[in-house]
């Protein structure tokens, strides 16, 4: 039997080749023979029934079925029809003449450069393929044929002096930047539905990744010229080349003649057809916007919702939408599909952020054009798949109202910019941490044509959230770099907050924001831009109104029933406030405001700078909250710095008082704890090396300083790199070094005044390099205040030294009386409580309180005064801010330090 013969026989030869086959196994030879000339005849017929087999059954049907209704026959012939021509379709060469195949034979003869061009195009055709595809190991291939003819024709063809883009083709642009698109979108769509990538294409897409990033930089210029205006740029490399742009022909689809449909089959050939989940057909043009808007919202936030998918369609939407109702209505929903990234995700990807910050930008700036569509919290019912515009009514014109929250959006792609950096690490060898700093510039420009449009739409709270926001971006700033973001917001923005009509420098900038706030209804609005102000004038050196603010807002007093984002705006405040009063020269005051915080070994999370571990272990849950309070790094204040003001503020004051003092008690009642800590360790230590470390510093100087040499610890204390931070640094290294003069001189006579009857002025001034006349300063004013059992001679000009001696029963019956006042205290606090009548006490202890808070906040130091004087006075010296040092410390010493002391408990 031929196997040939039985695949192109049809049903009326197959008896006969049955009965053929058979005689052919019977005869042998003669079989074969037959075998042969019956395949060839059939090969024959085969070719015939090919294109006649549709008449041939159609007479067979015919003349058997002569009963049957003309529509069933219509019906056949039709879907026979059908079929004929799907078949051609795919066989479009086999009943072709021989004039058609000459014409296909025949070869076009390409230039050397049109056959470049040609090699280009179809790389390119290759690669939206694979990437419709997710084909990126042919898309990277095809991408290297394009970067080599580029290099080829750079090298083959003269630049012309019209443009860049005499030869650089558009398409070679074109592509770089949809590949770059769709690169950053299957990257994102990967994350957020954690599937995972065959290893080899994502090997090729991380390869196409840095590949782009590397290439365009190469052509930055060239790209931000196409990507400015792609039609000018086109338009430019056709005159330079003196070509016409190639026209995309249509695809040719052959049918069968008298085939109604033969133009629309070319159109579907044409153009590709949206398909969304579930196969559903997307109609992505104008008419369509609403309607696809509807679906998609009705798919927002179901399970398994590809968020990708979602951005692309709306992203498209976009592009198509022709009224300004579609493209607000796009808008609104396409900046919050971003930000729902940051649902599976820590942040949302930096390239997604940026897409997001300039649609709402584009948002923003529509609704200032267009003063006749609002976006509102609150609307009335509309019909959303209806094109609205603004009517006239009784001669009066309506808005149209969107639904949306203008403020929200703002608000979170702002917290999404502080996430971004959070997660960003800014001690890395790249630039991307600074990259994505310079988007504060852009958020800022958004921020204030916010604020502008919610001033006009008369939106209180919506405005005060803004004003609000601007204000976290340019507080903790230097002047220049707030200068820098105003030059950055249009001129012909309206604002009644920040007049534009004059030009406000940055302090009137910061001063007005905060006056706004200080107007709302909202009680934690209005202590965070206190905060902000107090921070603002502390970072310029203007110690006096920070300080003035804060004890007029009496937020010392409730700042522990604020929330944490509060108490952290406080601690940070209160911080630069003593580093302000350092810079200035008061180190009495720094070493007040500063005290509480160095106290409690935890400035950096109290700083909200890092996440500390003690003695509670923090749950998961517990450690991501705190993480997400951390501020970004610019944001971040220099410990170091700060605890070295503090140091050095506490020798400056505590050196003195341990020369003043004489048992080892009272030398354990120096104020500053920490600093005698390090003191003691240092005495501990049988060597000391020179000083690696600011504290190392700090402490040898301060040992320089108990021994007389200050010299020495004023060249310690200069030395120290740090204050290279320091604004006026040259201004605080020169107060420095003659307050270490001044302490020195001090010093000098609580050690050895008990060795000398009397010491000349003159020598003392030598000695210290200070004028006369502020030597005869400094020990009167230690005279008044009992720290000095001394007269002056101002005849002799010298001073003269009183020595008071006392036998060991009078030290003994001074500690007795001091211990006795104090088991006194306590004994009338406990009978008030046991008898219950403190009740009416209670109002004169409280004044009695504020007196002696006013007056340096030492009750017991006012009870045994006169033993003091005695003594020469070392209690009421060092009284916390008593009353020969001054007043402000007196109220803020013990308002300020309670503050700090609720904030370290929480």
Known sequence: MSFFAKLGSDDSSSSSSGSDSEESILSGDEGLEQDKKLAAKTKTKNKASMFLRSDAEDSDEDDSDEDSDEDDDEELSDSEDERAARGNKFLMGADSTDEEEEEEDKTVVLSAKDKRFAEMEAAIHNITNATRNNDWVLASTELDKVFRFIQRHQVTVVATTVSAAGHIPPRFLEILVSLEKDVNETILSEKSAKKKMAPAKAKALNGLKQTLKKKQKEFENVLKSYIEDSEAYTKAYEQANAIQAPKKQPKKVQVADGDAGAEGAEDQNEDFMTIGKGGKALNLTPEGVFKTLREIFEQRGRKNTDRAETIKILSKLLEVSETTYQKLRVLLALVPARLDYSQNLAHIPHESWVLGLNELHQLVTLLLD?????VQETVGEYDDLVEREPQTVNGKKERVAVAGSLISLLESLDNEFTKTLQHTDAHEKGSDYIERLRQEAPLYTLVAKAQSLFEREAATDSTARAVMRRLEHVYAKPNIIIDHFESKIPSGLKSKIVPTETKRNADELIHDLCVYIYGSDAPVLRAR?????IFNHATHGRYHQARDLLLMSHLQDTIQHADVTTQILYNRAIMQLGLSAFKRGFIQECQTILGEMFGTQRQKELLAQSVQRYQQQL?????????????????????????????????LIEIPLLASVETEEQKRKVTSKVFKRFLDLADRQSFMGPPENTRDHIIKASKSLQSGDWEKARDLICSIKIWSLLDNVDDVKAILSKKIQEEGLRTYLFTYSSYYQSLSLEHLSKTFDLPQSLVN???????????????????DKVVIFHKIDQTEVQKLSQLLAERTANLLDQNEKILDLKLGQNQNQQQDGQRSNNAQTTDGGNNK??????NNNNRGGSYRGRGGGGRGRGGFNAGLGSTMGSGNRRVAAQ
Do not use: W
């Open 619 to 651: 749950t998961p849950e517990q450690e991501l909250i705190e993480k997400r309070r951390l501020l970004p790094f610019h944001m971040h204040l220099n410990v170091e710095l700060l605890e070295a003001a503090y140091l050095t503020s506490c020798m």
């Open 529 to 533: 831009a206190i905060l902000f102000h």
């Open 777 to 795: 300063s400094i020990i009167s004013k230690m005279i008044y205040n009992d720290e000095l059992t001394a007269s002056l001679d101002q005849i």
């Open 370 to 374: 267009n003063p006749d569509y609002v």
């Open 861 to 866: 130091q006012e009870r045994r005064g006169g």
